[in-house]
């Protein structure tokens, strides 16, 4: 008896570790952890608003901080955000810096279409709170040479072409633009291979370089 009783929380155990598991070609997707949306948003807040991409980012300790806030969710399209955007919004942060839309990408949506829903987000930050200043970050090349995620292969000029319209619409709408695209690209414009492990991912170099371009902004 005592056997199963060890035996079979570990079966269970190791039964949800394989349901949680994103299978090969999928983008990632689920919740995010606990401890990343533990701190409270106020009007001192620096948010860091966005998908896994912006989730991965220890973002306090990159700048010797201690008001960044980690707003990034595994999987979250343009729309999950804005589900999600009142929780942001009625703190009243300092700071919002928003990337967002590969995932949308991964759902055969339109780059017009993207760039639509992001400039959606924008205008609902800047009504809901109009002292928050905004960020809007561009989206990060990737890298299908990897062969990881099926469901981006053949979507590079997407991403450009989602770039392309979400500058100037930043512009008009008065909100920072930050490029930060072609300081991740190799010379065929792919995420270079030696800041990801996945074509899509960063490892600590590749937030490394993206520190470096937020300082400015983060610090003015």
């Known amino acids: 008896m005592r056997i199963l009783r060890y035996f079979i929380p570990a079966m269970l155990g190791l039964a949800g570790a394989c349901a949680s598991a994103t299978s090969p070609g999928e983008m990632p997707?689920?919740?995010?952890?606990?401890?990343?949306?533990?701190d409270t948003i106020n009007t001192e807040s620096i948010v860091f608003l966005g998908n896994s991409l912006t989730h991965g980012g220890d973002w306090n300790?990159?700048?010797?901080?201690?008001?960044a806030v980690?707003?990034?969710?595994?999987?979250?399209?343009?729309a999950d955000i804005d589900g999600r955007l009142a929780e942001v919004t009625s703190g009243k942060p300092a700071k919002i810096f928003l990337m967002c839309g590969v995932n949308d990408v991964s759902h055969d949506l339109t780059a017009d279409s993207v760039a639509?829903?992001?400039a959606g987000l924008v205008d609902r930050i800047r009504r809901e709170s109009p002292s928050t200043k905004v960020y809007l970050q561009s989206l990060l090349p990737i890298?299908?040479?990897?062969?990881?995620?099926?469901?981006?292969?053949?979507?590079?000029?997407?991403?450009?072409?989602?770039?392309?319209?979400?500058?100037?619409?930043?512009r008009?709408?008065?909100?920072?633009?930050?490029?930060?695209?072609?300081y991740?690209?190799?010379?065929?414009?792919?995420?270079?291979?030696d800041l990801t492990t996945d074509g899509l991912h960063l490892v600590d170099s590749g937030y490394a370089i993206w520190k470096e371009h937020l300082m400015p902004y983060v610090f003015e």
């Open 29 to 38: 997707k689920g919740e995010t952890t606990p401890d990343a949306m533990r």
């Open 61 to 67: 300790k990159l700048f010797g901080i201690d008001n």
């Open 70 to 78: 980690n707003r990034g969710i595994v999987g979250n399209t343009a």
């Open 116 to 118: 639509r829903a992001v």
């Open 143 to 170: 890298n299908n040479s990897f062969g990881r995620y099926k469901r981006v292969i053949g979507k590079e000029q997407t991403i450009r072409d989602i770039n392309a319209l979400l500058e100037p619409m930043a």
């Open 172 to 182: 008009e709408r008065g909100v920072e633009w930050i490029m930060l695209y072609p």
């Open 184 to 193: 991740f690209c190799d010379e065929e414009q792919n995420l270079r291979k």
